[in-house]
């Protein structure tokens, strides 16, 4: 290695040399660098041939202020670059006032103790003192104006005061150095890179709550600074404090500040971190491995948190991230291995860099058993908690609008999942089942209260996707006017879920919102068009399921009578109503939309008002009609196709308007019932076709021969008529005629 070096040492020798235009000559024990021009001197180096540099120089040489060469004077104002560079005997030196620079290395690895540097020295160049390993007193001169890196490092300096002036410390200034106190000028605001790494006896450092900028492991392994104070800080370099063992407080102002990876790393000792109000970026496993914290408070204005950024800080217990407007980046595992039991999540989270991805954030934090969701959060991106098995409790914030897949999944021991009210939890939209914390089993409180009834305010407009679904413990839901939509699934999997109530109001039931609710008893329902005119998106989008029972106004519909004015009946919004035995469509219909009465088993008669044009799939999917009655003149068209068939079959009676009967029979859709017969609809239609001696029907007069009971299809009691009197009915309209314990079905041609 020493040969190596000698042979450098050799070569710069050579080049430097070569470059030189100046003079050199020898006066007393010392070289020089003459110039003719200036009348100045620079003291340079005398290396041999094998690379040692003044051999035989006495321990202390007094640098003179001017020397004589022939009858020629020179001021002395340089100490060359590696002017006594490796000349470790020397242990003391005389420095004239006449200097102004000591160049780079110039003292390198010498036996100095001690150096006054005079007040005329501007400039001390990279590296002039290093390695000078007996260095303990350096006095500096209020006139310097420029140190070069690593001017000090590895020599023995316990205290150093730096000149007013400088604005910025230099890269590695006194590094590696048993340094205990340093007074940082007013003037400085940056601190380079390493510039005091490894002084483990380092424990104060005077005025750096000044300071704007810390350099890459600037104070690394300065293992005896206790509390630090950065003020002004604005950006902290990589590992600037890694394995500062002793550190226990840190406080950081109010300016924008960036703290690089690793900038506080293994800091075992730090218990509190006070960020301010500045802070915008943590770098990756920038408080690693930090085992004395055990709260955490991150401060709004923080948009980034890097990978691992606390990791391993095995003393941790809270988290709190601080309610903000702004998107907070999270990167991979920013807690991983904390056992904090407590997270406060007041903020949006994306993945690092805007990404979606942000399974790895929270999921290997595997002993948080609260979590509580700001007003501030408006969305839960995916898999964010997926598999947090010692989560027991959330608190959802008022303003959450959406929840992504398998946000979370497999969190198998949530019980209580609070929110400040039904109306706030209703709007929210979760991507999937497994989206809903509720879908694992846990139950929804509301002011402590367990919700077992879903009653929303006239305020809400909508029910979100999947926003109850799979929520055992729901048996009532009320739907107000004010909501127009139901998301999708909303109340998949309620199994529990008995009694429905819609208030009137058109409303849009999303695909499968009650899919799997095989335990729906009753719906009540106030306005009969509005229900009508809602859109089931699939059969599963209505609460109809078999067994339930339909009430409008309070009566169970067994008849309907649907109201004039209608002009089509939606899709799917009678399907497998098992209660239902005779539909009549009024005239002002034109369209059945598919599977509006699939599935009604019971369903026996149906009659057709005369404008209907078309009927759709599945629309009549019953096998127990038995009487079809169609008084449109041009036969309606519907589906035959053996999957979407409108009819379950063709057995059915069929009743059409007299002269039509060809036109039924040949026509590609009705052709395939077997029994159609014509009927004059002007007067009375009886449905079970036998004689009727109790009453009689002329125009749309009733005479009465026994007494009467004249009902809507609704079940609604129109009037009692003693027997040898007349009422008048109403035109074109279905009336249930009950005497003597018979009920007649009747209609009144206009």
Request: some cysteine.
């Amino acid at each position: 290695m020493d040969s190596y070096r000698n042979l450098l040492i050799a070569l710069l020798l050579i080049v430097s040399n070569f470059l030189s235009n100046a003079e050199k000559v020898q006066v007393g024990d010392l070289y020089y660098e003459i110039d003719d021009y200036s009348l100045t001197a620079k003291v340079t180096h005398n290396f041999d041939e094998e690379g040692y540099n003044y051999v035989g120089l006495p321990a202390h040489i007094d640098v003179p202020q001017s020397i004589r060469v022939g009858e020629t004077g020179y001021t002395v104002t340089a100490i060359g670059s590696r002017a006594f560079e490796t000349c470790d005997g020397l242990t003391s030196v005389s420095l004239p006032n006449t200097l102004t620079s000591i160049g780079s290395s110039a003292f390198d690895f010498c036996g100095l103790t001690s150096i006054v540097i005079p007040e005329s020295v501007k400039t001390i160049g990279m590296h002039s003192f290093r390695d000078c390993f007996y260095l303990s007193e350096i006095s500096l001169p209020e006139s310097l104006e420029k140190i070069g890196e690593g001017a000090f490092s590895s020599t023995a300096v316990h205290t150093i005061t730096l000149p007013e002036g400088m604005v910025e410390i230099p890269v590695n200034l006194l590094s590696h150095t048993p340094l205990e106190s340093i007074t940082l000028p007013a003037s400085v605001s940056a601190i380079g890179d390493y510039a005091f790494s490894m002084c483990g006896n380092l424990k104060e450092i005077h005025n750096i709550n000044n300071i704007e900028s810390i350099g890459k492991e600037s104070f690394r392994e300065c293992k005896s600074i206790g509390y630090l104070t950065l003020t002004d800080i604005k950006e902290i370099g990589n590992a600037a404090f890694k394995d500062c063992a002793s550190l226990i407080k840190v406080c950081f102002g109010d300016s924008e500040l960036t703290i690089g990876e690793d900038a506080f790393a293994d800091c075992g000792s730090i218990v509190s971190l006070d960020f301010g109000n500045g802070l915008v970026s943590i770098g990756d496993n920038a408080f690693s491995e930090c085992e004395g914290l055990t709260e955490l408070w991150i401060p709004a204005n923080v948009k980034r948190i890097g990978n691992y950024a606390f990791y391993n800080c095995m003393g941790l217990r809270s988290v709190t991230l601080e309610d903000g407007d702004a998107s907070l980046q999270l990167g991979i595992s920013p807690f991983a291995n904390c056992p904090f039991i407590y997270l406060y999540l007041g903020r949006n989270i994306q993945g690092l860099n805007g990404s979606i991805l942000t399974s790895d954030i929270f999921t290997s934090d595997k002993q948080l058993e609260k979590l509580v969701i700001g007003d501030s959060v408006t969305s839960i991106p995916r898999k964010l908690f997926s598999g947090s098995q010692s989560l027991r409790e959330i608190w959802f914030g008022k303003n959450v609008k959406e929840v992504f897949s398998d946000a979370f999944a497999n969190c198998a021991n949530l019980t209580k999942v609070e929110c400040g009210s039904i109306d706030s939890w209703s709007k929210i939209c979760f991507d999937y089942a497994d989206s809903n914390p509720l879908s694992n089993g846990a139950n929804l409180y509301v002011d402590s209260r367990l919700i077992t009834k879903v009653s929303l305010s006239s305020e809400a407009t909508a029910i979100g996707s999947n926003a109850f679904a799979g929520y055992a413990p729901l048996t009532e839901l009320e739907i107000p006017e004010s909501v127009v939509s139901i998301g999708e699934q909303a109340f998949f999997d309620c199994m529990n879920l008995e009694t429905v109530t819609v208030r009137p109001g058109k409303k849009a039931y999303g695909d499968g919102a009650f899919l799997s609710c095989p335990n729906v008893r009753e719906i009540y329902c106030y306005d009969l068009e509005d229900w009508v005119n809602s859109r089931f998106e699939t059969m599963y989008s209505n609460p109809i399921t078999a067994g339930t029972k339909f009430y409008l106004d309070g009566d169970l519909l067994t008849t309907f009578e649907l109201p004039e004015g209608l002009t089509e009946i939606g899709a799917n919004c009678f399907s497998e109503y098992g209660c239902v035995t005779d539909v009549v469509i009024p005239e002002s219909i034109s369209i059945i939309g598919d599977y509006a009465f699939a599935y009604c088993n019971n369903l026996e008669a149906v009659y057709i008002g005369s404008h209907v044009g078309s009927i759709g799939k599945k629309a009549f999917n019953c096998p127990n009609i038995k009487t079809i009655v169609s008084t449109a003149a041009i036969p309606p068209v519907f589906s035959t196709k053996s999957t979407t068939a409108s009819f379950a079959d063709y057995t059915a009676k069929v009743y059409v308007p007299r002269g039509c009967l060809e036109a039924y029979k040949s026509n590609e859709f009705w052709k395939n019932f077997a029994d159609i017969e014509e009927k004059d609809f002007s007067g009375v239609e009886l449905v079970d076709d036998k004689v009727i001696r109790h009453f009689q029907i002329e125009g749309n007069m009733l005479y009465a021969f026994d007494k009467l009971e004249i009902f809507t299809l609704s079940g609604y009691r129109v009037a009692v008529i003693p027997a040898d009197t007349c009422f008048a009915l109403t035109d074109g309209t279905c009336h249930i005629i009950r005497c003597n314990g018979k009920s007649y079905k009747i209609i009144v041609g206009k």
